[in-house]
């Protein structure tokens, strides 16, 4: 691969993968503000109107970093990929376009009026600007996610004379095949990674409770975790099980009918297997095209695949080697990786959920612990998960009609690329140091009203 386009991929990969930390956060914690509200609405407890303002904050405070790391990605189109925009400005720059015009203005606009609204709006008209938000989140979610479906599964355009991409269906666009199964996937692993925040930080509450069990007042950080965990668990529950089956299934599906090569080399498979097991475990030997140490379910992953035990599956050397994912042991590990913590959230919130359902979780001291220390591979999830589907896209930038290597800036030099990564670098440290020290210092005064004497953390 050439330095210069290395560099290119490697400043995007970054800053994209940066960006995405918050917003998948804000995408999760606007669903459960909104089930917060609406029980605080529901109920006239307080406390739940007070919970949602402490996680709305947070989400702000997301917001905005989501803001500041999301703007360098659109420069960087036209900084390092050019080629890639010229050609195919014409088309996703429709749905970009929307999200900023329609998502990021409804979502920024009524954020304001949740966070500062509130005592001038009534509760309903409060639990709205929860809903516009959170609405406001999930539809630009929405356009990011028809943009990169576009990369993965062209439809609705036309080539003009001039050798580039022309938008002739905005319809087409908006309603692919591929989106609508990896939106509610990417929206799933949203609500997990939001639910297992909100559970984290309740577990944590709990965790430094100096009371009794069960003697710690409501007005407390120990009565505003168990809050948290009664709202965060089932919804992490559900999520987890949506992020698996059906919508994992079936985007899983959707690459083993449109990106075959790709697909074979997420699951590790070389040669076409009819019937094919599906591997839990193995390392991929690129010298010797086969998978070292495999641990093999016979027959599975013919049926998980077209929902026959005998189906054949075809492998990568049924593929021209030029259509071959670039690295495919990264994109077999980023793949594994996401599905085996997928596994491992479902059993997590499982047991937690049966715990909360037998009025044992909030004495089971190891649970809680295992809830709190879980908070970051959620991010773990969803970044292999992104890095599952820009891997498997390669050698393309749009599949089957623009390679990559062809897509970059031709007059941007390696040096200058690699001297902007290390300032991305420096920059994102900064930040990252200053949106956790603001994070810690919300969550250290927690969702206690100013009077509130209950000072346990």
Known sequence: MDQALFYHRFLFAFTASYHYLF?????GLGLLVVILQAMGLR??????????????????????????????MEFQFGTNWARFSEDTGGVIGQTLAMEGVFAFFLESSFLALFLFGREKLGRKAHFGTAVAVWLGSWISGYFIVATNA???????????????????????????????????????????????????????????DTSPPGDAPRESRAGYGRLFLRVAVPA????????AFPTGDRQASHVAEYQPPSFAAMEGLFHTDEPAGLVMIGQPDMDDLRLDNPLEVPHALSFLTYHRWDARVEGLTSFPRDDWPDNVPLLYYAYHIMV?????????????????WRKKLIENRPVLWLVLLMAPFPFIANTMGWMTAELGRQPWTVWGVLRTSVSDSSRVTAGNTLFTVIGFMGLYLVLGLLFLFLAHREITHGPLPAHSSHQEV
């Open 23 to 27: 917003p998948q956060l804000t995408m």
């Open 43 to 72: 109920t006239g407890d307080e406390r739940y109107d007070r919970a949602a303002l402490f996680w709305g904050r947070i989400f702000g405070l997301t917001f905005v970093m989501g803001v500041v790391t999301g703007i360098p």
């Open 150 to 208: 576009f990369m993965q599964h062209p439809v609705g355009y036309e080539t003009d004379v001039q050798g580039h991409l022309a938008l002739s269906s905005l319809g087409a666009l908006l309603t692919n095949p591929w989106l609508g199964w990896q939106y509610f996937h990417t929206m799933a692993g949203a609500v997990v990674t939001g639910s297992f925040a909100v559970a984290a930080i309740g577990a944590y509450y709990v965790l430094v």
């Open 236 to 243: 992490g529950l559900i999520a987890s099980l949506i992020m």
């Open 340 to 356: 085996g913590l997928g596994t491992i959230f479902i059993v997590v919130m499982a047991l937690a959920g049966f715990l909360l």
